[in-house]
């Protein structure tokens, strides 16, 4: 899985002109990244290494490979390294691919320079996530492990819940952990646990530890304090999600201090929220001093959304002379992605609903838009397809998925939130689930761009299908519309059963637009057999019009300029 945004400082590094020229393009396209000069190229690529998240060097892979090997530390702290050719055709991702965004950093690299991104990891190769890429901390045999995914061999998948992991191929089997075997495992749990060479780790974000302190309380007393609670309940310090707290401690320096050094971000809540968490310590001088009976153990059990009935209390209130900390587990949440894939080209498809598609173990969808997306589904991804007509039926598979704690997919096409399937899914989505909206390129954004430039001034959106709305609701929206002056857009404008409604509602709109007005159509935008046709309100023929149709009604001011819809702004510059 890869990130959208470039390492936070990308150090360039040339030795020739042409390498020059390269690295201005990234600076240009990156303001983050920036040119490093130095005595020489040598001392440039140390600098680099020292002093940014990632560098691109414009050299021969051999002399990046002298210069760096005596800097080498460890994968997760040194920078992301990729190598750049001299005619910059190839992006090398020679160091920190998974760990350090190497990879990532080469595809966008190469992305820039129109060149082609060059990556080795075999993971990536043969297109099965890596342990070190599925967003939590991994430990333990995790090269042993991965190569034996690699190679077919029977990987035990034991969980101590079922987390939303992304797929994983068909020989990583779930089993339970009594199952006698001397093979490769991958555990996730947040216990600690004894290792082999044949077992990896990873940690989920599963647990919450809830401070208290007095002023001006040392970072080291709670980190000692903490360090001490998790170890005493063999529970591992990677799988911390966060520290908690209450309001009043939000600037508490020792608190903050630690979670920085964790990694982990702190969430403080209001004393009235922590006082109505029930709690097996209460203190009466704690309620005294700061308006709740409880903050560490209450702390803990809110979380960092504020659901504790998620949520067990694994360590209670433990102290030192100036800390208190609380430990707590909350419960794994499916997760539900909701997908616009866009018109249906995949050059208009987001790269945010591409990296969805691939964390998911389970996509959702209509046969004929999982069909546009098979190819990027990874292997191990199990698909649920219906036909038309299913959307209810549809919405209610994804979000049982999710319920039962998958990382789950549903997509639709355009925007999901836009007559699409993410309403019905959310209709049915409770609070066991996390939900992930992926905003898509619209039917109407895309046959605006084809006609031109009709949605320039405010416009709305009307579904003339009488499936699920009343007819009279339908028509009088359409006359508000057209009282109101407002450019319209029908979405689902006629099939072969409903052929009369796109006619009644072009005559409304009549009454209320010069004969002239622009009416644009768009069937297939962005897919094979695309059609863009233009007429008048007084000459538009509706029986041109289907199912894969959007349908254009300008507003008195639209007008065509070179054969193209345009509803001016009015910009004083015009006048």
């Not at 460890?74 to 005619?87: F, I, L, N, Q, S």
């Not at 539900?336 to 050059?347: E, M, Y």
Request: glycine share 10%; aromatic share 4%.
């Amino acid at each position: 899985m890869t990130d959208q945004n470039p390492p936070a400082r990308i150090g360039l590094v040339a030795a020739t002109a042409a390498g020059r020229r390269h690295a201005d393009t990234l600076a240009a396209a990156w303001p983050h990244a920036r040119l490093i000069e130095g005595g020489n190229v040598a001392d440039a690529l140390r600098t680099a290494w020292v002093g940014c998240d990632a560098v691109v060097a414009f050299l021969a892979t051999g002399a990046v490979v002298r210069i760096v090997a005596p800097l080498l530390d460890d994968k997760r702290t040194d920078p992301a390294v990729v190598v750049v050719d001299e005619a910059a055709r190839h992006a090398v991702a020679l160091l920190g691919g998974h760990a350090r965004g190497g990879n990532a950093l080469a595809e966008r690299v190469a992305a820039v320079l129109d060149a082609r991104a060059v990556i080795t990891t075999a993971t990536d190769a043969v297109d099965l996530p890596g342990l070190d890429t599925l967003g939590w901390p991994v430990h333990g045999a995790v090269a042993a492990v991965s190569r034996a995914i690699l190679d077919g061999e029977p990987v035990r998948l034991v969980a101590d819940a079922d987390w939303p992991l992304p797929a994983l191929p068909p020989n990583v089997r779930a089993t339970d952990g009594d199952t006698p075997d001397d093979g490769y495992r991958l555990l996730v749990t947040d216990r600690v646990v004894p290792t082999d060479g044949r077992t990896a780790v990873l940690r989920p974000p599963s647990l919450v530890a809830g401070v208290g302190a007095s002023r001006g309380v040392p970072a080291a007393e709670v980190a000692e304090l903490l360090h001490r609670a998790l170890a005493e309940a063999g529970l591992d310090p990677a799988s911390l999600r966060c520290l908690a707290s209450a309001d009043i401690k939000a600037d508490e320096a020792g608190i903050r201090s630690t979670a920085d050094t964790l990694g982990v971000p702190l969430v403080t809540w209001p004393a009235t929220r922590l006082a109505a968490v029930d709690v097996p310590h209460p203190s009466e001088v704690v309620r005294a001093a700061v308006g709740t009976p409880s903050v560490a153990e209450a702390a803990a059990l809110l979380g960092p959304d504020g659901r504790a009935g998620d949520a067990t209390l694994l360590v209670g209130k433990t102290a030192t002379a100036m800390a208190t900390v609380a430990v707590a587990r909350h419960a794994p949440r499916g997760r539900l992605a909701v997908v616009g894939l866009g018109p249906g080209a995949a050059d208009q498809r987001t790269p945010r609903a591409v990296t969805e598609l691939r964390r998911a173990a389970v996509v959702v969808g209509l046969d004929q838009y999982l069909d546009q997306v098979r190819d990027l589904l990874r292997p191990g991804t199990r698909v649920l397809s219906s036909g038309l007509g299913a959307e209810e039926a549809r919405a209610r598979a994804a979000v049982a998925e999710a319920a039962a704690g998958r990382a789950v997919a549903l997509i639709g096409s355009g925007d999901a939130g836009v007559y699409a399937m993410a309403s019905p899914a959310l209709e049915y989505a409770d609070e066991r689930i996390d939900v992930v909206g992926v905003p898509g390129v619209t039917a109407a954004l895309a046959a605006g761009a084809l006609l031109g430039a009709p949605l320039g001034h405010d416009h709305a959106y009307v579904s003339l299908s009488d499936l699920h709305t009343p007819w009279d609701v339908i028509e009088a929206r359409v006359t508000a519309a057209a009282e109101g002056d407002f450019v319209t857009i029908f979405y689902n404008p006629r099939s072969r059963a409903r052929d009369w409604q796109l006619g009644k509602a072009l005559g409304i709109l009549a009454g209320h637009r010069p004969p002239g007005t622009p009416v644009g159509v768009v069937r297939n935008a962005s897919r094979p057999g695309e059609q863009v046709h233009l007429a008048t309100v007084a000459t538009f023929d509706p029986a041109i019009v289907d199912m894969y149709s959007v349908v254009v009604v300008g507003n008195s001011d639209t007008r065509l300029v070179a054969g193209r819809m345009v509803t001016p702004r009015g910009y004083r510059w015009r006048s």
